[in-house]
């Protein structure tokens, strides 16, 4: 079980910008996966980024130039910072975590499966980023 919990949603004017911080104690002491999505109302869930167990960053197209994904020292927390924020970045931002296994992480391409299958188990509740023009 890994208790996922997301913060630092807000409102905020286009071209503005916003830090998000997940949390998941669990990833602590054991190997983790962890990954941001969001979904705008009426729309799908969409991936927006995750690093993978050797630390690459990955993004999705669209904010791969505006964001940044990093984790902490102790790889319980993922952060996402944004900026240039624009109207259609609105939306529920969600952390998704999973426990993977020592020959997973080493591996070194599991989060990257987990975040393009959107397979997590492990979800949050989400925090709401509203951009205002």
């Known amino acids: 079980q890994v208790h996922v919990t997301e913060s630092g949603g807000g409102s905020v004017q286009a071209g503005g910008s916003l830090r998000l911080s997940c949390t998941a104690p669990?990833?602590?002491?054991?190997?983790?996966?962890m990954a941001w999505y969001r979904q705008a109302p009426g729309q799908e869930r969409e991936e927006v980024g995750t690093i993978e167990t050797d630390g690459r960053p990955i993004y999705r197209y669209t904010v791969k130039d505006r964001f940044i994904i990093s984790q902490d020292n102790t790889k319980s927390i993922l952060n996402l910072q944004m900026s240039s924020l624009t109207p259609e970045d609105t939306a529920m931002y969600y952390c998704a975590a999973e426990i993977i296994s020592t020959s997973d992480f080493r591996r070194g391409d599991r989060c990257y499966a987990l975040y393009k299958h959107e397979t997590f188990p492990y979800w949050g509740q989400g925090t709401q980023v509203t951009v205002v023009s």
């Open positions: 669990e990833c602590e002491t054991r190997k983790c996966c």
